[in-house]
Every structure is written in C-alpha cells, then in structure tokens.
C-alpha cells in the first residue's frame, strides 16, 4: 500500500510539473510549489484520513484525533490544564495545514493554531 502511495505522489507531482512548464511559471514560483507538495506527500504518506475516521466508532475517533493534536496541549499551556471534554472537541474542528513560512523560504507543516 505505501508503494501505491508513493506512486501516487510521483504521479502528481510530473503532472503538476506538467502544469507549471504549460503555463511558463516562473522558476521561484515552480519551486515553492514543488516544495509544497514535497511536505504534503513527504515519504508516500498519503490517506484519505477524513475516510478512514468517519468508518471508525466516534470513540476511537475522538482518541485518534486526540493523539493527532497532542503536539497542540504540549505547546499551549492553556489546552494542557483544559478539561478533557474541551480538548477533545479542539481535536475533531482543527486539522492540521502546510503554509509558507514567513521568510518565504519553503513551506512548513502545522497546527494552524501554532503559527
């Protein structure tokens, strides 16, 4: 399956090279993009996550998503001491986002919550 994945991002990726030789972006430009998707489809890790969740018990979906944003709780001192219930309604409204970093030097992966 990780093959697939990969694959997969090696496909989208010529075709968005494809895209960006079409319309003669320029050079910077093609870069930022192809760094953008290098973060997005970093080692073939691609899912359908939102899929895979809403096949899951609510339960089991709320501790994953918990576990996905403990990074979050660990850096907001706030969310650390916040009651469980609060948390893991946080867990299931944010999602984590690639975004250009401010020095305009690539591209970063983050909770929008942490930038």
Do not use: C
């Not at 079409?22 to 996550?49: A, N, T």
């Amino acid at each position: 399956m990780r093959l697939a994945s990969l694959r997969w991002a090696q496909d989208k990726i010529l075709h968005v090279n494809e895209y960006m030789r079409d319309k003669k972006l320029p050079s910077i430009l093609r870069e930022k993009v192809r760094d953008y998707f290098h973060i997005q489809y970093s080692e073939g890790k691609i899912f359908d996550e939102s899929g895979i969740l809403a096949e899951l018990a609510p339960s089991l979906r709320q501790e994953i998503l918990r576990f996905n944003t403990k990074e979050l709780y660990l850096k907001v001192p706030v969310f650390a001491s916040s009651p469980f219930s609060f948390t893991a309604k946080l867990a299931s409204v944010i999602r984590p986002e690639v975004s250009e970093r401010t020095s305009g030097n690539g591209y970063s992966h983050s909770h929008p919550l942490l930038s």
